[in-house]
């Protein structure tokens, strides 16, 4: 029961016309139907019910039964909350007197020493659930061909997709030898949003940063343990390391851009024009779309020429009109 005007919302909300039909129905013992429609949160929310002799006529459920009906589920919620804390200080506790060798290091939020490929699988998972700008990858020959390549892939595309939905960036770093090995050609191509590669003869060992404030990287030669490291001047050494390697780097897989236009659009297009619309300049748009200077004015101008721009203000008004940014490419 709801009318185009009125936003839903909760009772810790109610409106203002919600609260003054209620305080009305309290004073008179009733409501009419009609003068209840105004606010139909009212019976949304339980405050008010249909007689039981005549539909037509509302009835206020009493301020104090409502207000402990709402209570009710609040008190189960923070009782849950306080037993789940209890278990847990119960298990802890005595774990907390547990003295380790001298000179053993604590558990550092700065640095943590992840053991095992589930937990260090789950620690990425998490972190990547929580980022929303930028994820920047190093990706070597070792572990992305053959059986193990095929078995991560699945669940990662799941997770790096989810990213990419959310609006977030993709820069990866690949092996220049990882460019014809047809399950890493296929998870590029098969990747939808901003997500962009490039090649080197030479990269580093596997490295994973997460809007510049957490990276992971290996512990040791056969990948079974890694370092969680959120210290912010060792995360941004990281980052100026991968920015520089990125600029030495080359497109990676061209010929993924290569998909079907849409109204002559290509998804090369699509992304230069959501930048673009954000105010952008072509330097700007160069660096975060991984191609030089010269070849993002090539492909703004193919893109004026085809929304029929004659200046870079009209352009932008164009594609805002055009509803290109609003299509799947």
Same mark, same amino acid.
């Given at each position: ?50 007689? @039981? ?8 459920? $009493?301020? *104090?039964?409502?207000?402990? &009906? %709402? =209570?009710? +589920?609040? /008190? ?18 005595? @774990? ?8 053993? $290091?604590? *558990?550092?939020?700065?640095? &943590? %020493? =992840?053991? +095992?490929? /589930? ?211």
């Amino acid at each position: 029961m709801t009318t185009d005007s009125h936003a839903e919302h909760g009772v810790e909300d109610l409106c203002d016309a919600g609260t003054k039909l209620y305080e009305l129905a309290l004073r008179a013992g009733q409501l009419s139907a009609k003068d209840a429609t105004g606010a139909p949160c009212l019976v949304d929310l339980g405050l008010l019910h249909p007689a @039981l002799d005549d539909l037509d006529r509302l009835e206020p459920v $009493a301020p *104090d039964v409502a207000l402990n &009906r %709402l =209570l009710r +589920g609040a /008190r189960a919620r923070i009782t849950e909350e306080w037993r789940l804390e209890q278990r847990l200080v119960k298990l802890f506790e005595p @774990l907390m007197n547990v003295q380790g060798p001298p000179g053993a $290091a604590a *558990d550092s939020p700065a640095l &943590r %020493l =992840l053991s +095992g490929t /589930r937990r260090i699988n789950q620690a990425i998972g998490e972190a990547m659930a929580e980022a929303r700008q930028e994820v920047l990858c190093v990706q070597p020959h070792a572990g992305l061909i053959g059986d193990r390549g095929s078995q991560a892939q699945p669940a990662a595309f799941g997770r790096d997709q989810a990213f990419l939905d959310r609006g977030g960036r993709f820069r990866t770093l690949y092996q220049n030898t990882l460019r014809h090995v047809p399950n890493v050609y296929a998870y590029a191509e098969d990747l939808r949003g901003d997500s962009t590669a490039r090649g080197l003869d030479e990269v580093p060992d596997r490295l994973v940063v997460m809007d510049r404030s957490v990276a992971f990287l290996p512990a040791n030669d056969d990948g079974t343990l890694a370092l969680e490291v959120r210290h912010p001047a060792l995360v941004d050494y990281l980052i100026t390391a991968f920015d520089r390697l990125w600029r030495l780097a080359t497109p990676m897989f061209p010929k993924a851009e290569l998909r079907p236009t849409v109204n002559g659009i290509t998804p090369r297009q699509q992304a230069i024009a959501a930048l673009l619309v954000e105010g952008h300049t072509d330097a700007v748009v160069a660096d975060r779309l991984g191609m030089n200077i010269r070849t993002a004015r090539v492909h703004i101008a193919k893109l004026a020429d085809t929304l029929g721009s004659e200046s870079r203000a009209q352009l932008g008004y164009l594609i805002a009109r055009s509803g290109i940014l609003d299509q799947e490419v």
